[in-house]
Antibody, heavy 126, light 109 residues
Framework: QVQLVQSGPEVKKPGSSVSVSCKAS????????IIWVRQAPGQGLEWMGG????????NYAQKFQGRITITAEMSTNTAYMEVTSLRSDDTALYYC???????????????????WGQGTMVTVSS | EIVMTQSPATLSVFPGERATLSCRAS??????VAWYQQKPGQAPRLLIY???TRATGVPGRFSGRGSGTDFTLTISSLQSEDFAVYYC???????????FGPGTKVDIK
């Protein structure tokens, strides 16, 4: 069974950058997309962006356009997310998740984030 | 941009009771809605996709309904392990887009 294993916690200064990795262990990305979601302390889930590693195609939430870059290496089954110009409100737990493809009883296609990494805590503090 | 809202923010329920959680989209999303459960210190868990189809391994006491703009997640008889935060989510396959609601916390009354 595929697991997503993320890199360890980070402490960064405001204005700096951070890169978080997400490795598929026990399997490969196949044609699944990898999605990044963050959760500030005590807050809800926020979608940041995603990548289809097989094609390298990405899409980012408008809020993060220009400040995040998501990449992936098929050879190592690892996805990366870099966030630049960090601010204190970027302090959060960052998750990667696998988007799986589902079909309902009527044969219609759906998405679901079925496997999640353990999360990477990024703390931004001067 | 589609906005997902959830109500109530907190739902206090006795064990064994039914819980009904609501989710509303700012415009029609057909049935492209999923529900997730998150317990403290854990990553979210996929419960429902396509508004009403349970993901693998999800107990039958969880059910989802709705289409268009209004959706519900019902937990028919709350078990101790069901006390958690529940998020609805709209998804678009291409371009990849996911929008979460703010969540509903289900706690013990």
């Amino acid at each position: 069974q595929v697991q997503l294993v993320q890199s360890g916690p980070e402490v960064k200064k405001p204005g700096s950058s951070v890169s978080v990795s997400c490795k598929a262990s026990g399997g490969t990305f196949n044609n699944n997309a990898i999605i990044w979601v963050r959760q500030a302390p005590g807050q809800g889930l926020e979608w940041m962006g995603g990548i289809i590693p097989m094609f390298g195609t990405t899409n980012y939430a408008q809020k993060f356009q220009g400040r995040i870059t998501i990449t992936a290496e098929m050879s190592t089954n690892t996805a990366y997310m870099e966030v630049t110009s960090l601010r204190s409100d970027d302090t959060a737990l960052y998750y990667c998740a696998r988007k799986n493809d589902y079909y309902d009883s009527n044969g219609y296609y759906h998405d679901g984030l079925d496997i999640w990494g353990q999360g990477t805590m990024v703390t931004v503090s001067s | 941009e589609i906005v997902m809202t959830q109500s109530p923010a907190t739902l206090s329920v006795f064990p064994g009771e039914r819980a009904t959680l609501s989710c509303r989209a700012s415009q029609s999303v057909t049935n492209k809605v999923a529900w997730y459960q998150q317990k403290p210190g854990q990553a979210p868990r996929l419960l429902i996709y396509g508004a009403s189809t349970r993901a693998t391994g999800v107990p039958g006491r969880f059910s989802g309904r709705g289409s268009g703009t209004d959706f519900t997640l019902t937990i028919s008889s709350l078990q101790s392990e069901d006390f958690a935060v529940y998020y609805c989510q709209h998804y678009i396959s291409w371009p990849l887009t996911f929008t979460f609601g703010p969540g509903t916390k289900v706690d013990i009354k």
